[in-house]
Antibody
Framework: EVQLVQSGAEVKKPGESLKISCKGS????????IGWVRQMPGKGLEWMGI????????RYSPSFQGQVTISADKSISTAYLQWSSLKASDTAMYYC??????????WGQGTMVTVSS | EIVLTQSPGTLSLSPGERATLSCRAS???????LAWYQQKPGQAPRLLIQ???SRATGIPDRFSGSGSGTDFTLTISRLEPEDFAVYYC?????????FGQGTKLEI
């Protein structure tokens, strides 16, 4: 079965760093782009960026460029989304998704990140 | 970046009725580079339609998509109780691949 399994919920303080993960299984991880999507509480979906694990080619939405870092470790079939200094406005559910063609066909279950002092 | 505007914001219908959801792009998304997703409370989104009108694997044929350029429509021919959810369109004609703000389909 093709699936993406994300790391668990996180509660952090402003200014702290964080790295969340997304592990793919059931398919060739290096051959599909993985994207990250933000959903703030009660709001819609926002496309953050994508990475091709085969060569780590990464594209960011201008809205998220410089705010987060997307990376991947193909040896363990895992993609990451990280922050160096969290803000309260980073509180959201974050989804990873596998791109097939140009669409997000397979989604992870989501990781809730709460940033609060 | 391309802005997608979905209408209406909320659509109130009953099971058995027909639903028509609209997605309008601020500029052409390149013919048919548009997808639709369904999201139920507490769940990840699910792909319904890609390339404006192609149903994803396992999606019932009561879901259909149409349109091109800047105007797209998702139609649910006869609503089932499980169809009440939020629906998002997404364009992939131009990076960043933006989403619309969503249409909530409620009973």
């Amino acid at each position: 079965e093709v699936q993406l399994v994300q790391s668990g919920a996180e509660v952090k303080k402003p200014g702290e760093s964080l790295k969340i993960s997304c592990k793919g299984s059931g398919y060739s991880f290096i051959n599909y782009w993985i994207g990250w999507v933000r959903q703030m509480p009660g709001k819609g979906l926002e496309w953050m960026g994508i990475i091709y694990p085969g060569d780590s080619d990464t594209r960011y939405s201008p809205s998220f460029q410089g705010q987060v870092t997307i990376s991947a470790d193909k040896s363990i079939s895992t993609a990451y989304l990280q922050w160096s200094s969290l803000k309260a406005s980073d509180t959201a559910m974050y989804y990873c998704a596998r791109r097939s063609g140009q669409v997000f066909e397979i989604w992870g279950q989501g990781t809730m990140v709460t940033v609060s002092s | 970046e391309i802005v997608l505007t979905q209408s209406p914001g909320t659509l109130s219908l009953s099971p058995g009725e027909r639903a028509t959801l609209s997605c309008r792009a601020s500029q052409s998304v390149g013919s048919r580079y548009l997808a639709w997703y369904q999201q139920k409370p507490g769940q990840a989104p699910r792909l319904l339609i890609q390339d404006a009108s192609s149903r994803a694997t396992g999606i019932p044929d009561r879901f259909s998509g149409s349109g091109s350029g800047t105007d797209f429509t998702l139609t649910i021919s006869r609503l089932e109780p499980e169809d009440f959810a939020v629906y998002y369109c997404q364009q992939y004609g131009s990076s960043p691949y933006t989403f619309g703000q969503g249409t909530k389909l409620e009973i």
